[in-house]
């Protein structure tokens, strides 16, 4: 797959993980996994509750260092980047970000135009025209001169991706993009992020928990267990019920999903068509 940068040209990072360990203290919840992450593609990172995907993507940013082995970027291992240079082409959203007590929207949104500062380069019409943008693509711009804290969990979800898209990096690692949205605000997000992969050529990596939306929206997807790598690929290639079950321990059927032809998992639980009680 090939895509566009920022600025027109064949987007060129590349980031990947080579040999990792990376944990919490004394404990280990990643040991010894390489990744190389699809350059321009949409990649879901998926499984089971405590298998390592938020790890995998804290230590794919540098907000978890890693005991072992490297992740590099543009093979350069990051732990040798300046903070400004990685912020310049990485992005993240982690799962719990806290905002300043009583900033404003506004103000959040443009601390994602900090990495393009410097005593040389100072705040500029761009910057002002990328915040207003963020704000607009996300749908929060009549938020604005709203204090973050007095704001609902979907409407302060939706105010971190635009400070994280008025970053304007070529990389956005997204943890748990959707939580706290309804699904129609998930869709309005999840159409968002991949107008920036398709039509911008952005490289994106999220933690998802709905399936059905990862194989619709993701390029591919990384399937994990117990801190390793269990398969990498596009989904209609490894989404199977055998590997459901072997992950998930999730029975269920996989079927064509009628709108993008990509695989649809639909669990099956104990609950079976039952007699009408409504007359």
């Known amino acids: ?81 300046s903070t400004r240079a990685l912020a310049r082409a990485i992005g993240v959203l982690p799962q719990n970000p806290i905002a300043p007590e009583g900033i404003l929207v506004a103000d959040l949104v443009a601390l994602g135009r900090h990495p393009h500062q410097n005593w040389i380069r100072q705040w500029s019409g761009r910057d002002s025209d990328e915040i207003v943008r963020a704000l607009e693509q996300t749908g929060v711009a009549d938020l604005a001169d709203r204090r973050v804290s007095d704001l609902s969990g979907g409407q302060r979800q939706r105010v971190w991706v635009a400070m994280v898209l008025a970053q304007q990096t ?35 990596v999220m933690v998802l928990h709905d399936l059905a939306l990862a194989c619709r929206y993701c390029d591919e997807l990384i ?28 029975r269920s059927r996989v079927i064509p999903d009628p709108v993008s032809d990509q695989p649809l998992v639909v669990p099956v639980g104990e609950r079976r068509v039952r007699p009408s009680t409504v007359s």
């Open 170 to 204: 070529d990389i956005l690692l997204l943890d748990e993009p959707t939580t706290f949205l309804d699904l129609a605000r998930s869709l309005e997000l999840l159409d968002l992020v991949d107008m920036l992969h398709v039509e911008q050529g952005r490289t994106v």
């Open 223 to 250: 399937v994990m267990r117990d801190g390793s790598i269990v398969v990498q690929g596009a989904p209609r290639d490894i989404v199977t019920e055998e590997l459901l079950w072997d992950v998930f321990g999730l």
């Open 1 to 81: 797959m090939t895509g566009k940068s920022l600025h027109g040209s064949a987007a060129t990072h590349t980031l990947s993980a080579q040999r990792i360990r990376v944990g919490y203290g004394d404990r280990t919840v990643i040991d010894d996994l390489s990744v190389n992450i699809a350059p321009n593609a949409l990649t879901g990172v998926v499984g089971p509750n405590g298998c390592g995907k938020s790890t995998l993507v804290k230590a794919l940013s540098r907000l978890n260092p890693v005991s072992a082995g490297a992740v590099m970027l543009d093979g350069e291992p990051i732990t040798t980047m």
